[in-house]
């Protein structure tokens, strides 16, 4: 019976971990080379509008071991201080930073405890960088995190622009140089239905903006973490299945019970899918183009491999490592939901 329970228990904490990656966007891609500033950013959404299905799309530049302060209670916390170039809600899942709000920022709750001594700080003002914001929301994060607008530091008071070479603030005679651009396909028709993309599109995206850089495309993460959060629906469904088969195949000579169980058989796929609430999908990136390119699945598997490599062996931002840890609680209480499964149903055979 406890083996069992906490079966239960191990499969909710893998479904909340697997809810909580809903991917924001659906590609990150980091520049080699060239960076893109402001001015090129507004140029960029300008000719994106342009297109047929255009792209969103978010900049964003990482300051890490970044300054926050209250000066009024004489409290400082150490952040990685995210600076933007559009909104917000294509990077974190909560409260959202309009691109036009120079003069607000969203934090983490461990920031906001740490300065404030609460959470409930929306509307709060803090100090980063010799500027003040008010605080408009606070981050499902487990990272200390600081989000603004770039706008703000694109010039001081001198009229000079304000670098972020390597990820570290400074004067001088350049604007915000962003490294990270964060994608997502646009919705499609009056039903508001998303498009699936492919990488095809992504590509042709950096070609149309000049721009050269490693793709990583998120939606596999939380592909990923949904996978091992359903281990535990799918051996249970298996074994209804394989004991519905074992029925129809004692049954054999008469139809009807064959019938019956046909359509038991039926209503059990269907009843999984409507609770798991999945979906099945082929994404387009795993349809060939041409049924005789038989090298198409190598290629395309490899291609993945890669750009999950990439996402693995990358420097990680707050947000990549705030989807990782999600992935590996769902992937460790899916597997150890199975595990208890298994172990208690050898109970109940021995005893």
């Known amino acids: 019976m406890f083996m069992t329970a906490l079966s239960i228990v191990l499969f909710v904490l893998a479904r909340i971990a697997a809810a909580g990656l809903s991917p924001t966007a659906d590609a990150e891609i980091l520049l080699a080379g060239d960076t893109v500033t402001g001015d090129a950013a507004e140029e960029m959404r300008m000719l994106e509008k342009q297109q047929d299905s255009p792209l969103l799309f978010t900049l964003w530049e990482e300051e890490k071991d970044a300054l926050v302060e209250n000066t009024a209670w004489d409290r400082q916390e150490n952040v990685s201080a995210l600076l933007l170039n559009g909104d917000s809600d294509l990077l974190f899942d909560g409260p959202v930073l309009k691109k036009d709000d120079t003069g607000g920022c969203l934090i983490d709750a461990l920031t906001a405890e740490t300065l404030f001594g609460s959470r409930n700080v929306v509307n709060s003002e803090l100090q980063y960088n010799g500027e003040t914001f008010t605080i408009r929301g606070i981050l499902p994060e487990d990272t200390p995190v600081l989000v603004v607008q770039e706008a703000v530091f694109d010039h001081d008071s001198a009229g000079n622009g304000v670098s972020f ?138 291609k993945q491999t890669e750009n999950f490599t990439t996402f693995l062996l990358g420097e990680k931002s707050p947000m990549a490592l705030h989807r990782l840890r999600l992935m590996g609680t769902a992937a460790a209480a899916g597997s150890g939901a199975v595990i208890c499964y298994f172990f208690s149903s050898l109970r109940c055979a021995f005893f």
Not at 183 to 201: H, I, V
Not at 269 to 294: A, C, K, N, Y
């Open 165 to 302: 070479e390597n990820g570290v603030a400074g004067g001088g005679s350049r604007a915000v140089a962003f490294h990270h651009i964060s994608l997502r396909f646009p919705s499609e028709g009056s039903n508001g239905k998303k498009q699936q993309g492919n990488s095809s599109q992504i590509e042709e995206f950096m070609v149309r903006h000049g721009i050269t850089g490693e793709i990583s495309r998120q939606k596999g993460i939380s592909d990923l973490a949904a996978a091992f959060s359903f281990l535990l629906p799918v051996v249970l469904w298996s074994s209804l299945l394989g004991q519905t088969f074992s029925l129809m195949r004692k049954n054999r000579r008469y139809p009807v019970r064959v019938l019956l169980a046909a359509l038991l058989l039926l209503c059990l796929v269907w009843l999984f899918f409507f609770l798991t609430g999945i979906h099945p999908q082929i994404p387009e990136d795993m349809i060939p183009t041409r049924w005789s390119d038989f090298s198409f699945w190598s290629r395309w598997a490899e």
